[in-house]
C-alpha cells in the first residue's frame, strides 16, 4: 500500500472505512470489521510486520501483526485498539466523511477507538526501524467485537503470547489500570391472566417483579453503597426497564426487568450473581434472571510498563466504563487502557478528535516505546 502522509491522513482512511459492530441498530446495510482489518493488516505489513486477519465471527476478524525483533528471550507488548464502533443512527456529521474542520476529525470512530488506533499505527510507523533492536518485542493487534460481546479479546487471549496489553480508548492519556465491571441483569416474572375485574382469580406477573425490585433496593443497593474503592468509588445499581401487561384490564402474566450492575474488582467472584438472583426469587418465586457480564479490571500499577507509561506523559487513573483490558487481565495478561481523545466524545452523534490530542498520542506512545530500548 501506499501509506499515508501522516497520522491525520492515516485516522481519515480508517474512518472512512465503516466497523460497525452489528449489535443493535447498526445504521448501515453491510456492519463487520473486515474490511478495516485488511487495511490495518496491509499497512502492518507496509511498516515490516507479519500480519495475518485471523476470523473470529463470518465477516468479522482480528488483524494481528509482530514486528521483526523477537526471540532471544524478549518478551511481548501489543498494542491493541478494537476495530469496531457503534452504530450510525441518528448521527448529525456524516459518518464516514472524516471532515476536517476547527482543529478535529469527526466522524463514527474518530474517538473511540480509531483515534487511539491511528496514533499507535503511526507511532509504529515512525519507529519501525528502531522497533527489532527494542528490549520488547512488540505487536499489534486490532480487536473486533468489542462494543458488544468483546469476542476478539476473548479470541485473542486464546492464541497469542503476549506478557502486557495497551489497549487503545480515549483516555486523554490516563493509564487506566482499574476499572468497573459491568453486569446486565435480565429478569422476567411470570403470572396468570385473568379479567381485571377478578383479580384474585389471576397472578399479577407486575406484581411479583415489584416484589423482586423492591429487595434490590431495600437490600442490595445498601450493600453496594457500603463498599468502596479507593480509586473506582462504590458499586451501583440501576434499573434500567421494565415492561409488563397487555391491557388495562387484564391481570399481566408475565413482566421483564432489565438491570445495569457497575461492580469492583473486589466483586469479581464466582456466584456473586447467583447469591443476588437467589434473594430476588425468595421475595418472587416465579423469577427467571439470565445476566450478560463484562469483568472488572486491576492490573498492578507497580507494573514497570506502567511506570513507563507515566514516564511518557501518562497518569494512573480508573474508569467506570470495561474495555477488552479486563478480558485480557482476566486470563493472565496485564493490560491497561491508554490513548488520546475523550470518552466524552465515545457514542456521540458528532463524534469527533482535536488533531492536536491525536498528534499528541503519536508522541506519547513514541515515548513509550522509546524506553524500551536496551
Keep these: 500500500m501506499n501509506p499515508p502522509a501522516d497520522v491525520v491522513e492515516l485516522l481519515q482512511a480508517l474512518v472512512r472505512i465503516p466497523s460497525v459492530n452489528p449489535d443493535g441498530d447498526p445504521g448501515i446495510a453491510n456492519p463487520g470489521e473486515a474490511a478495516c482489518a485488511e487495511f490495518v493488516a496491509a499497512f502492518l505489513r507496509a511498516a515490516g510486520a507479519r500480519a495475518e486477519v485471523e476470523p473470529v465471527f463470518p465477516g ?10 523477537g526471540g532471544a528471550g524478549k518478551k511481548r507488548l501489543f498494542f491493541a485498539p478494537h476495530l469496531d464502533t457503534v452504530g450510525v443512527t441518528g448521527m448529525t456529521v456524516e459518518p464516514f466523511a472524516a471532515e476536517v474542520r476547527e482543529g478535529k476529525l469527526w466522524g463514527r470512530g474518530a474517538s473511540d477507538t480509531k483515534g487511539p488506533m491511528a496514533a499507535m499505527l503511526w507511532a509504529l510507523w515512525e519507529m519501525r526501524e528502531r522497533i527489532p533492536a527494542l528490549g520488547w518485542e512488540i505487536g499489534f493487534a486490532g480487536l473486533m467485537g468489542e462494543e458488544a460481546g468483546q469476542h476478539g479479546s476473548k ?69 453496594f453503597a457500603g463498599m468502596n474503592d479507593p480509586v473506582l468509588g462504590s458499586p451501583t445499581l440501576s434499573i434500567g426497564t421494565i415492561r409488563g401487561g397487555s391491557k388495562i384490564n387484564v391481570v399481566p402474566d408475565v413482566c421483564e426487568a432489565s438491570v445495569d450492575l457497575r461492580t469492583l474488582p473486589a466483586q469479581d467472584r464466582p456466584g456473586l450473581m447467583e447469591e443476588i438472583a437467589a434473594e430476588l426469587r425468595a421475595a418472587a418465586p416465579s423469577l427467571e434472571a439470565r445476566w450478560t457480564q463484562s469483568r472488572p479490571l486491576w492490573t498492578d500499577p507497580a507494573h514497570p510498563l506502567v511506570g513507563a507509561l507515566e514516564r511518557a506523559g501518562g497518569k494512573r487513573c480508573g474508569a467506570p466504563w470495561f474495555c477488552d483490558a479486563a478480558v485480557l487481565a482476566a486470563a493472565g495478561i496485564p493490560a491497561v487502557a491508554a490513548g488520546p481523545g475523550s470518552i466524552a466524545q465515545a457514542h456521540t452523534a458528532d463524534e469527533w478528535i482535536r488533531l492536536e490530542d491525536l498528534r499528541r498520542g503519536v508522541d506519547f506512545y513514541k515515548a513509550f516505546l522509546e524506553q524500551l530500548a536496551v
Design 155 to 223: 479470541a485473542f487471549a486464546e492464541k497469542h503470547r503476549a506478557d502486557f496489553v495497551v489497549i487503545g480508548e480515549p483516555t486523554e492519556l490516563g493509564i487506566v489500570y482499574t476499572h468497573k465491571g459491568c453486569t446486565w441483569l435480565y429478569l422476567t416474572t411470570r403470572g396468570r391472566a385473568v379479567h381485571a375485574s377478578g383479580p384474585e382469580r389471576g397472578v399479577n406477573a407486575v406484581d411479583q417483579m415489584l416484589d423482586a425490585l423492591a429487595v434490590l433496593r431495600a437490600k442490595v443497593l445498601p450493600r
Design 60 to 69: 468479522r476478524p482480528n488483524v494481528v501483526g509482530v514486528f521483526p525483533g
